[in-house]
């Protein structure tokens, strides 16, 4: 896929949506539940130890939008697990409800609420290079540098106290 093209396609599909300044996961989460019409609840889960368990999820019901992330990472992938959902959102991807993955994870859940489902376990598929990029966009319009941006003012000054090497300098010259 070409990451040029779909980062332009991220930046279309976002053109209307709102980024609050400054950036804050919660007033962001708030605002597209408002622009969806619907609740959108975020859920803290404990990682599990399989391999092939995801990382992040997004459950839809007729109601509510529900997004579960793994705990005991650090707050910054789970805020990037969290926009990779609302990517699914945003893009309105949909897959099958797989009812035996979802019995493994959330027990309680009855699956005939489940309107939809989508799991983040990899980065192949195309509806996860359009979620992963939507959050890197996100973050982007946030004003987070994107990935391969150089970065200017206060985080060019900490990259060179902490790079010094790139300048050709070691720490303390």
């Not at 991807?93 to 489902?117: E, K, M, Q, Y």
């Not at 890197?136 to 990935?147: C, D, F, K, M, N």
């Amino acid at each position: 896929m070409d990451l040029d093209q779909l980062r332009k396609r991220c930046r279309r599909r976002l053109a209307d949506v709102v980024i609050p300044e400054p950036f804050s996961l919660q007033r962001f989460r708030a605002q597209v539940a408002e622009s969806r019409g619907r609740p959108l609840h975020l859920h803290s889960v404990a990682p599990r130890p399989a391999s092939g368990t995801p990382c992040g999820m997004w459950l839809a019901t007729a109601g509510a939008d529900h997004v579960f992330y793994v705990s005991g990472s650090s707050a910054l992938h789970q805020q990037n697990i969290i926009l990779h959902e609302i990517g699914h959102m945003l893009w309105d991807h949909a897959l099958d409800v797989r009812s035996d993955l979802l019995a493994g994870l959330l027990p309680d859940l009855d699956p005939n609420v489940v309107t939809r489902t989508l799991l983040r376990t990899s980065y192949s598929a195309p509806q996860e290079q359009e979620a992963e990029m939507m959050a890197a966009v996100i973050l982007e319009r946030a004003g987070w540098p994107s990935a391969g941006a150089r970065p200017s003012g206060v985080l060019a000054r900490l990259q060179e106290v902490f790079e010094p090497r790139r300048r050709g300098r070691r720490h303390g010259d």
